[in-house]
């Protein structure tokens, strides 16, 4: 069984900054794309960051020279510093991830999700 367990989420001032983070369990053999999604009420989910297992990333527009995403290989941890947030940053984060694993019947590979972490940008 594989499991993302987030946290680091909280209210926050405008202009302040906050890291989440997000780690996986089980048994994993390989990673390859973590990304951390972003849902705001009444909003459809959005992907905020992404990074491949080679270190390359991919940001929204609307977060790009503000938010970092980096990983922990060793750790199996995905991390999001996100600073100089605003309140329309303001939402559930969701981790996800592309985790290749063992099963009972072999390897296998799936997508997961985080239970998600509010984040509040409010004064």
């Known amino acids: 069984q594989v499991q993302l367990v987030e946290s680091g989420g909280g209210l926050v001032q405008p202009g302040g900054s906050l890291r989440l983070s997000c780690a996986a369990s089980?048994?994993?053999?390989?990673?390859?794309?973590m990304a951390w999604y972003r849902q705001a009420p009444g909003k459809q989910r959005e992907l905020v960051a992404a990074?491949?297992?080679?270190?390359?990333?991919n940001y929204a527009d609307s977060v790009k020279g503000r938010f970092t995403i980096s990983r922990d290989n060793a750790k199996n941890t995905v991390y999001l510093q996100m600073n100089s947030l605003k309140p329309e940053d303001t939402a559930v984060y969701y981790c996800?991830?592309?985790?290749?694993?063992?099963?009972?019947?072999?390897?296998?590979?799936?997508?997961?999700w985080g239970q998600g972490t509010q984040v509040t940008v409010s004064s």
């Open positions: 089980g048994s994993i053999f390989s990673i390859y794309v």
């Open positions: 996800n991830a592309d985790i290749g694993y063992y099963s009972g019947y072999g390897t296998r590979r799936s997508d997961y």
């Open positions: 990074i491949t297992n080679g270190d390359s990333t």
